[in-house]
């Protein structure tokens, strides 16, 4: 049973949140100035700093970081869509009091078709990117090198350099 505080302040949010939009409510949820955690560990790339692999967000992480957004009337859904041929996450974030969307259609490209574990980790991937990009939340990994460790060194050739 609900405690008349609890009843007050829940009827005042919901009063609030019929107030807002989409635009306002990402406002409210942005000025909270969220950042992820990050749970996971990349065992492929284990240091002296890090013997355990170094640190990244999960999915769970990400869904935690936007499920704040809840407090505003903000919720979300994911789903995979086929266009052309092309699979993609459909990742739509709505206000529960707007019919305006935000969208993200990310392509589900995985090298391995054949694969269901190479598939499912690419859905998971985009899942939680998708949220990223939605919300604009970032990470509380400052060191991240977007990946660069992980990407072979380019060498540049001297000619190439400051043609645009």
């Known amino acids: 049973m609900e405690s008349k505080h609890m009843k007050a302040h829940n009827e005042q949010t919901r009063k609030e949140n019929d107030e807002l939009g989409l635009m306002t409510a990402i406002h409210k949820y942005q000025q909270l100035k969220l950042k992820s955690d990050a749970t996971g560990r990349n065992s492929r790339f284990k240091s002296d700093e890090n013997p355990k692999g170094t640190p990244y967000s999960t999915l769970e992480d ?27 996450l459909n990742t739509v974030v709505r206000h529960i009091n707007d019919t305006d969307i935000l969208r993200c259609k990310y392509p589900l490209f995985c090298n391995n078709k054949d694969n269901p574990q190479a598939f499912a980790s690419t859905v998971t991937y985009a899942k ?32 190439q350099t400051n043609k645009f």
């Not at 970081?65 to 979300?76: H, S």
């Not at 939605?134 to 400052?142: A, E, N, R, W």
């Open 62 to 88: 990400a869904i935690a970081c936007a499920n704040e957004g809840l407090q505003f009337g903000l919720i979300f859904t994911q789903s995979i869509i086929c266009e052309d041929g092309i699979q993609y």
């Open 128 to 159: 939680r990117y998708s949220l990223h990009m939605l919300y604009g939340f970032g990470s509380i990994i400052t060191d991240d090198d977007d990946g660069n460790v992980a990407s072979p060194e380019k060498k540049i050739n001297n000619n």
